[in-house]
């Protein structure tokens, strides 16, 4: 970081004396070889301390913005009244003059601005009624629009470059600002999520208390079916394992809210057909695939899927201007497989800043995350968007 800092000052000061230095090396030639001629009459160690200090001023102009050209006005006025009257000063007092105008123009300052174009308006004309900026009355116009072309380059420059620090942190606020929001997303989906396992956790310790309850009373029986008792054993087992899983899934993902317990029972697969009922009610034909052996899924598992497919298909009527839906379920093994196809506009779209609670895209990943899925969106083939989500489908058995 420190590193940095010093490049970039040692950038700044290269570029505020670049043209300094290009003039005062013109002036020690020019000096050196037409010493004590006409051109630079007097000794030449006088010309060069004039030419030094004027330098010098527009050299430090971002410390004193104000007092640097200021200064560089006066040294090159007093170095001018070493010439005769009836010949020209140094070129070089020329170019320094320019150099103070366009400093004057590139204050940022608006009273300094102001201040700095008086003063330069009042030199002139000051200057052009005692013989200062020439002897002749030809020589005025050539300075003035000079001096006006210096002001102005310096004016123009100032803003595109104040223009462009201001884009730029505006750039930084909003990025800055979408970070916030997509974090503050993250927070409420987890938060979400946490809330919905903790009820598919407290639903499955339900059922393994009813199960023990009763398993507990029959062993108590004149008759017990060794059947039955094993099979309710193992399905308090394989409840409980599942609990277990999500359970640990839900520690990893809670966090504190304000909002209430949902009562009721939380959505599956099972519950697609009426999602896509209600996508059909909006007018949108829907065609479905469902391929493979459609087993039991785990409550938290079939929960996610369910949500994924319900962000899809929310997202397709919010934003994609589509006719017609393709969904696809497929049952492997070792993973499900989801996706969303739709025809709407082909290009990408905002998809993660999508209205409601699942918030697009974000929402998604944040689920899949949780079970160690991976979910990708983007323009689908032939236009249109995709969404595809695959889950790994962890077997949680007996024994």
Known sequence: MRRRALVLRLRRVALDWAAPTVILVIGIVNVSQQARSVAYPGPPGQHLAFLVVAVAGLGVRRRAPL????????????????????????????????????????????????????????????????DMVGGRAGDVAPIAVWLAVGFGVGYLISRRTEQARQAWQATRILAAEQERQTARAVEDERARIARELHDVVAHGLSVIVVQAGAERRSLHGPEVDEQSVDAVLGSIERVGREALVDLRRLLGLLRRTDEPVALSPQPGLAQLDDLLSSVREAG??????????????????????????QEALTNVLKHANAHCVRVGVAFQRTHLDLEVTDDGSPGPRNRIAAAGPGHGLIGMRERVNVFGGTVSAGTAVGGGWSVHARLPVTAVGVG
């Open 284 to 309: 949108l034909q829907v065609d479905v695939d469902i391929s493979g052996d459609r087993t039991s899924l785990p409550p938290g598992l079939d929960l996610t899927a369910y949500r994924i497919m």
């Open 67 to 130: 007092l640097a050209p200021f200064l560089t006005i006066a040294v090159v006025t007093w170095w001018t009244t070493l010439w005769p009257a009836e010949t020209q000063g140094p070129f070089e007092g020329f170019l320094l003059m320019v150099g103070a105008a366009y400093c004057l123009g590139s204050l940022h300052d608006r009273r300094k601005l102001a201040t700095g174009a008086g003063t330069l308006a009042a030199w002139f004309v000051i200057g052009m009624f005692v």
